[in-house]
Structures are given as structure tokens and as C-alpha cells.
């Protein structure tokens, strides 16, 4: 038999076993018994130069070709053995997936706080820097720079809170603010216009605790205050404000309303979203839902700051938050914010 | 305010639909709360007459009664004795809802037999048609009621009633609302003319009136009526009182107030003789100490700011607000003195205040109605007493008046209109608009300009901008565009607290926390309870001076308490692990200013022992739970805290730590001290932290620089060490970091027990050591470690665990 004879043998048998074979260590037997540095095929590699010039080039040629064709079976056969132990080992411990995940606490904001990121991401858009301001106020900021002296009947619809503090001579009477209108004032003594803001708050009043009524709630006040301000721009923010926040099919109302901190007095009243206008319980069969009260600035007011109503107009509002998020849950007693019941929380 | 359309329709033409006035009076500023309508429910009840009236067959005290309803004459059993024939009364068919005259249930009227005979319908009284509790007879309509006609269609009404901005006294009245409502609908309002006979000697001979207090009333007028009856008055002027929600009590008390309900005026009839001298009215401030008995029969203490209306004895009035009880109209009065003044609203306002009695009159004057109404009211009123009770008018009135003033016109432009609406309107539509509610408008040199007056009944409009307030709601509001604002944003200098907050918030909602808000306002008792120990507070807390209850009468100083009673009250219903905060606000006095409101975060975490559930998640709490959320939350703020001993009463001893920044004890973090707890009525180890995130704000504003990643690889070396139960951690890791080339440390293992000598612990470390510069050799890092632990032992007693 001559060599190359000897290497078609030696082809058909290795081939043979490596057929058989499934697991890495005969594999790696395999390997050494015909491709290892003993085996037949090396051997006849390396005892070439002894064979006569005519036979060398034709089983050199054959011993290359065999040598290669084995090396690449032997790696196919590898990477069959590694995808068989996958596919065993995924078979054998397969999970029960419905067994809950180990538990991650989770969090979140309370739901005022959520409406009120909310609301100030949409004002932000538009221009208005988020500020905020003191929860305890002097009568000054929460009443006479508004055009609310003292015996104005408007003090009697937001009942007040006093403060009991040693008064020195200037008499000055300290409350909790009933509305966030106070840092309208505040912010227009520091910043001359252009001016927007908006201001989220806590405000207070002397209120009997009940379903609808709370001694601390929380407002947000907006104030934009520039040379050309007009009543279509307030209608205009309010209406893109609305569009974003409750969505672009509830319809908007703007009708005459008063305030004495501006003139003219606006409230803006969105589509009731139970009855779609129609009028039911929620609504009170108007149809319509009270979201805010605006209105321009009044001349008084930005006069008493040292801005000139002749050279500038403003507008601004405020709206009660936790109507909000009410109107849109269904929550029927307002009580619920701030009872921390974490069954309630949880919900939002 | 309520207003019965019907008596509306007598000053204005109604032409809209009831809902769309309604709908437009809204839009215009006044909005109808709610609409009541009489006689909705009169089905089956018609007019009919008495055509017989005949003695029941089998009862003394009930009788037959035959009606005419024009197509059939039905015959009832009744019980009222005051049916006589020919009467006008309502007439209720079987099937009528009614209000039943014995139990106040609403009714459906049934066929009934009374002692033996058939009565199939009803004729009714005021109390079982719903319209007032009189049931003592059955109710007799007037004369000219058209029989067989529908009930609603004689005496059904509908009523607006309305929220009257407390700009707009003018609309606290009927033919207020009716010039409103003209304005709106295009109508010319009609008031009627007013005029009556006075025969009598002349007023000023009589009496006079002297005003000591002229700031304080700046008109008086009044008139004099000789030999009235007092009696009940006619059924139309008690049906108007009583819809529109006031209470009849006699001819001369209905006038004073259906004359207020009409003009918008208060007035006070007294009883002529009842007046000390009967000569002399004094309108002057209460004296010190002045006592008077009002006519709801409380005696009131007045003050001296308060204005009252005096004979020459002694007040006999609280100016504006309620008359006194000595010179009240009674039965027996048979000659009046009727007042119609005016009062300054801040006056009236604080004495009503102070007093604590709000009166129809009262509400008028603090919203300042207008001199010029007086004399009006006062004619109108005169002519009605004239005629329902008789008598007769001393000639002229008295009509003191120092407050006379000529209101200023205001000037308009048709521009500055359009610079404060952003729509121009023709100076036609402006004219148009001011001139329907009653204004003046006087054109000027500029086309573009007018002098406007405002009619004689609003005291709300002082400037141009009210001027153009009145345009546009007239106009409507709808046809103002909507413009987004247009001009170059303004500058912005966002206040970084806000961010903090939130980002500190959020961080937590990371880490599992529930936010919860609680209320500012606390009580005493709940701040020291949170603070137990001294059993006083540091700091006094704010009190409010009117507190609704005592649980809201102090300004909180510390959100701990209201946080622990979240738990607790959570805790009724959750044996779970409890993870909560609160970020708001507390509020400490400072000496004659506003107090400080910093801002603090306060957060727990608590768990029962009794959790059970899959893998994880039942591991109780500990102190380095709260520990660990402070310091991942203040790694994501950027601070690097440092803690240290503490002193918090309401913490335990031994488990607590204050969170120091930059030397500053910025916040505490612990174990709730077993006692709070107990008073707090929580189970279970609570673990508290506070942060003041206003102080911690300025550290939290670094520059950061970068730092290059070390390029060479990291020698990792673990050694446990023995060391005195006494030694800390930190001190340990202070001495380790003090090796140029130790890049982190990490504590990975503490033990103490057999394994150790007692009195000791063991600590192991995981060192990395790395250089900045090449790669380091097994030999540079076993040099470092060998000079470490020698370090260790010299300095800490250190030795290695073997």
C-alpha cells in the first residue's frame, strides 16, 4: 500500500470516529491520536524529504489537503458538542417564570407633587421661571399691595390665619398666606420686566375640615409682566396650558370674573369631562368645571412696585392643585392628600 | 342673591331662555349658582273656584266642596275653615305630587274616602304646594286667577340665584340685575317713575338729623308717615320676600326690605314715638362702654369706632348693620320715622365684623353702595307704606348729605384698550357697550378718545381699566384672540434649591420612599412628644392666634412628629416594610421678622419582624439602612458627610448619628428612641433621618474637576485584621488611606466571637492599590501592605487574623 493509499484509510477512519464522538474529552483524544505531534498523519508530513522527488509533491499535497479537512471537522464537531451542553443545561434548569421577582421597593412622589412638576415643566416651556416664596407673610404682601385694605369685603372669602408674634411700633400683622399672589408682589420689588414666573405654594385658611375643604392646600400663581402684554396673550398661555395638560379636545371657557389685584378679571373654566358639557352632578349642571382665575395685572399694583403701568401690561393667575388631580382621578374628598394613607398614595 | 324672574320682568323684557340668560349673565361676571323653579312640579294641580260649599253628611268639622275647573266640577272633602264661595283656589287633581300638611313628605295624591264619601283630588294650602309652611287654611289666589288654567302658569316663578362679585353691590338688587340684564340681551331697562301725596306738616318741623361723624356717613335721609296700621302684607309682597329668601313679618318691616331687595338700599323704619324727645336724630360714633339691645334681642357692647344712630338719649341703631330693640316696629306702632342713609363700607364692615352679625343691610354697605341711592329708596318705600298701611307722609324729606361729590370722568382711548386686550374695537362698539350699562360717554378733540361717566348705581369704577373691563365683558370675552406671548424671553435665574429639592426627592422615590405631605399647622403636644426628654422645645413654635383647633394652632418646628403619626396610622392596616419621607417645610421664629422656613427632609424607614415573603425584602431594617439611604443620597447631591456623635433626645442613645457637611451638623440619622415610639403607639425598630436641605444647598453647588482613569492594572489584596472591640472602622480606614497608593478601601466582613480573642473583632478589608504611573509589581504592593499592617499595629493595636 503506498502512502496516499494509506492516507485515504486513515481518512475514512478518522472521519468514522469523530462521528461517535459526544463529549470534549474523546474529542481531545481524538485530536491527539490523528493530528497530534505522534500521529500517522504528522508523522508523514515530517518523513516527506525521504520519499523520492516524484512521490513527494503528490502526497505532501494529499497530506496537507487531509490535514486541514480533519482540522475542520474537529471544529465543527467542538462547536456542535458546545451548542448540545447549552441546549442540555437550558432544559435542565428551566425556571418557573411566574415565581415573582425578588422584591424592589418602589417609590413615588406624592400626587400634589407629581401636578405640580407637571404644571411647572409646562410653564418652564413657555418661558416662566419656577420661584417660590414665605408661607408666613406679612398682611402687606397678602393683602395691601393687592388692593386688599383692611374691611375690603374680598379678605372675607379667604378667612385668615394669624400669626401671634411680639409686634414692635410698626404694628405690622403677620398671617399665613392665604394665596401664592403675595410673591407676585415680592419677586416685581427685585425684578423689573420682562418678567414670567410661576410660583407653587402651600397657602392656608380658617377652614372647618370637610370634604371639600382643608385648612392648607396648595396654589399656583403665574406672572408675566412686559411691554405689550395683552388679555389675548393671557387667553392664549392658558389655552396652550390647558391643551397640554388636560388635552387638546376639552374645550375652554373664558368668562368675567373679580379679583382685585386685576382688571380685567378672568376665569377660566375647561369642558367638564364626565358629561362633555352637557351638565351633570360633577359640574353642577353647568357643564363646566372652574380651573383658574386671572386676569391683567391691575395698574395699582404694579404702580405700588415702582413699574409703570403706562410703559407696561401684565397678566397672571392662580389655580388651586389639588382640584386638579380630583377632577381627573375622581377623588371625592379632598381630605385623602394629606391623611398619608398609603393604600391612597399608592394609587398615584 | 336671589331674584324671581318674575319680578325681574317687571323692570326688563326677558326675551332669552332661561338657561341662556343665565349663560350669559355667567360670562358677564355674575354667575347663577343655581336656578329653583316654583310650580315645576304642578302637574294635575289647576285654578279653580268654589261654587259650593256644603256640611259633610257624617262630620261636624269637615265639609263638601264643589269646584269649577271650567270642563268638570269635582266635589272634595276639606277641613279648612276659611273657604267661602267664589274663592279662587289651587285645585289638585289625583296623581299631583304634593308636600303632605302633616309629615312634610312629598306625596302623590291618591283617591281617598273621608268618613263614608268619595274624594277624588285635594284643594290645597301654601305648606302642601311647597311654597312656605303656612298650612292653617287652604290658600285663596287672587281674584283675577283664570279657573281651569294650570297653577304654574299663575303662580310657578323660576329663580336665579346669584353670586354677586363683591365689586357689584348695584347687583345685590332686582332692578340692578335687570339694568345687567338689559345690557346683555339689548333691552332698555324700564324703572318705573315714583311718586305719592304728602299731606302732613312739614318734616323739618318735626324732627332733625344731625351727622357728628360726616367720614362716617356721608348722606342721611329719611321721612316721616303719621297714623299707619301694622298689619300682615298682601300675599304678593310675601311670596317676593320668600323667594327671593326673606322672611315676611309685617307691612312696614316687608317695605323696608322688598324696597332693599328692589333698589339695593338698606333702610330702618322706627317707631316715631318710641324715640326718646321724638326731635332729633344724631348719627355719631358709639361712646365708651355704650350698651344697646339689638332687635334679635342680644345686648351688644359697642366701641367707639363703631357708628350708631342715636335719639338725644341713646343709640338706637347700629348704623348699617341692625336697628335696635327699644324703638322697634311693633303691633301697636302707628307712626314711623323711615331712614335711607349711607354708610362708609370699611365702618360697617369692621363693626359687623367685630360684632359678628352679617345683615342683608351690612353686606350692602361694607361693598360701598352710592350716596345717590338714597332719596330713590326712600320715595319708593314711602309710596309703598302709603299704600299698604295707610297713614300719611309728612310733606318734603330730610336729606343731610356732606359727602356730596361729582365723580371725575375717566378718559378711554380706543387704543390703550387695544394695548391691554390685544383687539381693537371700533369706537362704535365701545360707546355702544359702555352706553347699554348706563354710561356716559363724551367724545373729545381725538376721535380716539372719550370722557366716560359711570351712571349714578356703581361705585366700582374708578379707571380706565375698569372702563375697558366693561367693554370687553359687554362685547363678550369670546371675541378676544388667543396670541402666545411673542416678545424675547426673559431672563432666568432659576433658584437651585428647587432643583435640589426635587432631585432629592426623586432620589429617594429611587431608593422606594412614598412621599407624603402633611399638614404645617401641628399641635403642641404632637412636637414634644416627638422630642420627649427635656419635655420642652428648643425652639418656641409660632402660634397662631385664631387656630381652628388646638391640634393647628402651632407652626410646626420639625416634621418628625406628623411623620411618625403617618406610620402609626399605616400601621393599622401594613405589616410590611414602611418606607416614607416628607420634603417641606419648618417654620422657626425669628425676633420681629418672618420666621426661617427651611427646608427639611424627613424620612423613616420601619419594619414589624413579622414580614414574610419571597426571597429578600423580609430582612428587618437597621440602623445602617438609614445610614446607607443618606449616604447614596447625599453621594448623588455631590456632599461627602462625615457622622458623628449626636445628642437627639428623640433618638436612641447609642444608635444615632449627626450628618456633619464641612464641619456643619446638617442633619441626624437613628433609631427612634423606644420611648417615642411607645407614645407614638409604633412597633418595631423605626429608623429616622433628617436633612436641612436649605443649610445643605450651598455645598451641593461644587465645581467638579476630572479625573483621569488610572490606566494601569489594580493590585487587589484582602487582609482581616484583629482589633479591639472599641476601635471604629473609620479609624482603621484612616490609617490605611493615609498610603499614597491605596486607591479604595472596602470593608467586606465584621465578626466577633469564638474565632476571636475576647474582647476583640475582626475587620477584613478588600485594599486596592494602584499608581498613577506604571504598572505595580507583586513586590511594590507587598511593601505597601507590610508597611500598612506595621502601621496598624504601632498606631491601633492591630494585628493580623491568622
Known amino acids: 500500500m503506498d502512502v496516499l493509499e494509506q492516507l485515504a484509510e486513515l481518512k475514512v477512519r478518522a472521519l468514522g470516529e469523530l462521528a461517535d464522538i459526544d463529549d470534549a474529552r474523546e474529542l481531545e483524544s481524538w485530536r491527539v491520536c490523528y493530528l497530534g505531534k505522534k500521529s500517522r498523519l504528522t508523522a508523514v508530513l515530517r518523513n516527506l524529504g525521504e520519499l523520492p522527488l516524484s512521490e513527494k509533491k503528490s502526497v505532501g499535497a494529499g497530506a496537507n489537503r487531509l490535514r486541514v479537512e480533519l482540522e475542520s471537522n474537529l471544529e465543527q464537531k467542538k462547536r456542535a458538542l458546545r451548542e448540545a451542553k447549552l441546549a442540555s443545561s437550558v432544559q435542565k434548569e428551566g425556571l418557573d417564570i411566574s415565581l415573582p421577582g425578588y422584591p424592589f421597593p418602589v417609590g413615588r412622589l406624592h400626587p400634589v407633587t407629581q401636578t405640580i412638576h407637571k404644571i411647572n415643566d409646562i410653564f418652564t416651556s413657555m418661558g416662566f421661571q419656577v420661584v417660590e416664596g414665605p408661607e408666613v407673610e406679612w398682611d402687606y404682601y397678602n393683602f395691601e399691595a393687592l388692593n386688599i385694605p383692611e374691611e375690603h369685603p374680598a379678605r372675607d372669602t379667604m378667612a385668615t390665619l394669624w400669626i401671634d408674634y411680639e409686634k414692635d411700633s410698626n404694628q405690622r400683622q403677620m398671617l399665613l398666606r392665604t394665596h401664592t399672589s403675595p410673591m407676585q408682589i415680592r419677586f416685581m420689588e427685585k425684578v423689573r420686566p420682562p418678567l414670567r414666573i410661576v410660583v407653587p405654594g402651600k397657602v392656608y385658611r380658617y377652614e372647618a375640615t370637610d370634604a371639600t375643604h382643608i385648612p392648607m392646600f396648595h396654589q399656583i400663581e403665574g406672572l408675566a409682566v412686559d411691554e405689550g402684554i395683552t388679555m389675548a396673550d393671557l387667553k392664549g398661555t392658558l389655552y396652550e396650558f390647558s391643551r397640554r395638560f388636560f388635552g387638546k379636545d376639552r374645550k375652554v371657557r373664558f368668562r368675567c370674573d373679580y379679583f382685585p389685584f386685576v382688571e380685567p378679571g378672568v376665569e377660566m373654566a375647561i369642558e367638564c369631562a364626565v358629561c362633555k358639557g352637557e351638565g351633570c352632578r360633577l359640574c353642577g349642571s353647568s357643564g363646566w368645571i372652574e380651573i383658574l382665575g386671572a386676569g391683567m395685572v391691575h395698574p395699582e399694583v404694579l404702580r405700588r412696585v415702582g413699574i409703570d403701568p403706562e410703559v407696561y401690561t401684565g397678566f397672571a393667575f392662580g389655580m388651586g392643585i389639588e382640584r386638579i388631580p380630583m377632577l381627573r382621578y375622581g377623588i371625592d374628598d379632598i381630605r385623602l392628600f394629606y391623611s398619608s394613607d398609603l393604600r391612597f398614595l399608592r394609587q398615584f | ?802
Not at chain 2, 364 to 370: A, D, L, M, S, T
Request: glycine share 8%; with cysteine; hydrophobic share 40%.
Open chain 2, 1 to 802: 342673591m336671589k331674584v324671581p324672574l318674575k319680578w325681574l320682568k317687571e323692570y326688563v323684557a326677558v326675551t332669552l331662555p332661561v338657561t341662556e340668560l343665565a349663560e350669559r349673565l355667567a360670562m358677564a361676571g355674575t354667575e347663577v349658582k343655581g336656578t329653583e323653579v316654583i310650580g315645576g312640579k304642578w302637574e294635575n294641580i289647576l285654578v279653580g273656584e268654589v261654587i259650593t260649599v256644603e256640611p259633610h253628611p257624617n262630620a261636624d268639622r269637615l265639609r263638601l266642596v264643589t269646584v269649577e275647573l271650567g270642563t268638570e266640577q269635582p266635589t272634595v272633602v276639606c277641613g279648612a275653615p276659611n273657604l267661602r264661595l267664589g274663592d279662587k283656589v289651587a285645585f289638585a287633581r289625583v296623581g299631583a305630587e304634593l308636600i303632605d300638611g302633616h309629615s312634610g313628605q312629598k306625596i302623590i295624591l291618591k283617591p281617598a274616602k273621608i268618613r263614608g264619601v268619595v274624594s277624588s283630588g285635594m284643594v290645597l294650602s301654601e305648606k302642601e304646594l311647597g311654597i312656605s309652611d303656612i298650612h292653617e287654611g287652604i290658600m285663596v289666589l287672587p281674584p283675577e286667577a283664570p279657573v281651569g288654567a294650570p297653577l304654574a302658569e299663575c303662580l310657578g316663578d323660576t329663580i336665579f340665584d346669584l353670586d354677586i362679585t363683591p365689586n357689584r353691590p348695584d347687583l345685590l338688587s332686582v332692578i340692578g340685575v335687570a339694568r345687567e340684564v338689559a345690557a346683555l340681551t339689548g333691552e332698555e331697562p324700564s324703572i318705573p317713575e315714583v311718586s305719592y301725596e304728602a299731606k302732613g306738616a312739614p318734616i323739618e318741623e318735626q324732627v332733625s338729623v344731625e351727622i357728628a361723624a360726616p367720614q362716617l356717613c356721608s348722606r342721611y335721609s329719611a321721612s316721616l308717615i303719621y297714623g299707619i296700621k301694622i298689619a300682615e302684607s298682601p300675599r304678593w309682597l310675601k311670596s317676593r320676600l320668600l323667594a327671593s329668601g326673606m322672611r315676611p313679618i309685617n307691612n312696614i318691616v316687608d317695605v323696608t326690605n322688598y324696597v332693599m331687595l328692589e333698589y339695593g338700599q338698606p333702610l330702618h323704619a322706627f317707631d316715631f314715638f318710641k324715640l326718646w324727645g321724638n326731635k332729633k336724630i344724631i348719627v355719631r360714633r358709639a361712646g365708651g362702654g355704650e350698651v344697646m339691645v339689638s332687635l334679635d334681642g342680644v345686648e351688644r357692647a359697642l366701641q367707639g369706632d363703631m357708628l350708631v344712630i342715636a335719639d338725644e338719649k341713646q343709640a338706637v341703631a347700629i348704623a348699617g348693620v341692625m336697628g335696635g330693640a327699644s324703638s322697634e316696629v311693633s303691633q301697636e306702632t302707628t307712626s314711623i320715622l323711615l331712614e335711607s342713609a349711607n354708610f362708609a363700607p370699611a365702618s360697617i364692615h369692621h363693626t359687623s365684623s367685630s360684632l359678628r352679625l352679617i345683615s342683608e343691610s351690612s353686606m350692602r354697605f361694607e361693598r360701598g353702595i352710592r350716596p345717590e341711592l338714597t332719596l330713590l329708596a326712600l320715595k319708593r318705600a314711602t309710596q309703598l307704606i302709603l299704600l299698604l298701611a295707610g297713614g300719611e307722609a309728612a310733606k318734603g324729606l330730610i336729606d343731610v348729605y356732606p359727602g356730596r361729590k361729582e365723580p371725575e370722568p375717566i378718559s378711554l382711548s380706543t387704543e390703550r384698550l387695544e394695548r391691554l386686550l390685544g383687539v381693537e374695537f371700533s369706537p362704535q362698539q365701545i360707546v355702544a357697550a359702555l352706553t347699554s350699562l348706563g354710561f356716559n360717554c363724551e367724545p373729545t378733540s381725538s376721535a380716539s378718545e372719550f370722557r366716560v361717566r359711570a351712571p349714578y348705581w356703581r361705585s366700582d369704577i374708578h379707571l380706565e381699566a375698569d372702563l375697558i373691563e366693561e367693554v370687553a365683558r359687554i362685547v363678550g370675552y369670546d371675541k378676544i384672540p388667543t396670541t402666545m406671548l411673542s416678545r424675547s424671553l426673559p431672563r432666568q435665574d432659576p433658584e437651585p434649591g428647587l432643583g435640589l429639592k426635587k432631585k432629592a426627592g426623586q432620589s429617594l422615590v429611587g431608593y422606594g420612599f412614598q412621599e407624603v405631605i402633611t399638614y404645617s399647622l401641628t399641635g403642641r403636644e404632637m412636637l414634644e412628644k416627638a422630642l420627649p426628654g427635656s419635655g420642652s422645645l428648643k425652639a418656641l413654635p409660632l402660634r397662631v392666634a385664631n387656630p381652628m383647633t388646638a391640634d393647628q394652632e402651632y407652626l410646626r418646628t420639625s416634621l418628625r412628629g406628623n411623620l411618625l403619626a403617618a406610620l402609626a396610622a399605616n400601621r393599622r392596616h401594613e405589616d410590611g416594610p414602611i418606607r416614607l419621607f416628607e420634603l417641606g417645610r419648618v417654620y422657626l421664629a425669628r425676633h420681629n421678622d418672618l420666621p426661617d422656613e427651611s427646608e427639611i427632609l424627613s424620612g423613616l424607614l420601619s419594619s414589624t419582624g413579622l414580614e414574610k415573603s419571597w426571597p429578600g425584602g423580609d430582612e428587618p431594617f437597621s440602623f445602617f439602612d438609614a445610614k446607607g439611604v443618606v449616604e447614596g443620597l447625599l453621594t448623588r447631591l455631590d456632599v461627602t458627610p462625615s457622622f458623628e456623635e449626636a445628642g437627639d433626645e428623640g433618638l436612641r442613645p447609642g444608635a444615632q448619628a449627626a450628618v456633619v457637611v464641612a464641619g456643619n451638623k446638617l442633619g441626624v440619622v437613628g433609631e427612634l428612641h423606644p420611648k417615642v415610639a411607645e407614645a407614638f403607639e409604633v412597633s418595631g425598630a423605626v429608623y429616622l433621618f433628617e436633612i436641612n436641605l436649605t443649610a445643605l444647598l450651598p455645598y451641593t453647588i461644587g465645581h467638579k474637576v476630572f479625573q483621569p482613569i488610572q490606566r494601569f492594572p489594580a493590585v487587589v489584596r484582602d487582609i482581616a485584621l484583629v482589633v479591639d472591640v472599641g476601635l471604629s472602622h473609620r479609624q482603621v480606614v484612616d490609617v490605611i488611606r493615609g498610603f499614597p497608593l491605596v486607591q479604595k478601601v472596602a470593608l467586606f466582613d465584621v465578626y466577633s466571637g469564638k474565632q476571636v480573642p475576647v474582647g476583640k473583632k475582626s475587620l477584613a478589608y478588600r485594599l486596592t492599590f494602584q499608581s498613577s504611573t506604571h504598572t505595580l509589581t507583586d513586590e511594590e504592593a507587598n511593601k505597601v501592605q507590610q508597611q500598612i499592617l506595621a502601621k496598624l499595629s504601632s498606631e491601633l493595636g492591630a494585628s493580623l487574623r491568622s
